[in-house]
């Protein structure tokens, strides 16, 4: 399973991670490690808004997801 989904979760979603790399924003909830505790629901909101990018991308590439992991074949 691990070779099959590999290069199309690469694929689907580098993108986004590249982004998020770029961004130097920080995602992080726990409070303990958190500068300030007033970030929380920025991060929160980014975390939010990486999670969408991946799940769409994930969902708009379905040509390119091996064919025995697709849960519907078209």
Sequence with gaps: MHALCKPF???A???TVQKLIDAK???ELNPTKMDSPDDAC???EFLLMILDQ???SIFTSPE???RP???LDS
């Design 64 to 66: 390119s997801c091996p």
């Design 25 to 27: 924003q920080t995602a």
């Design 13 to 15: 979603i580098s993108e």
């Design 69 to 71: 992991v697709r849960f």
């Design 9 to 11: 979760l690469q694929a």
């Design 42 to 44: 920025n991060n929160a």
């Design 54 to 56: 991946i799940t769409l």
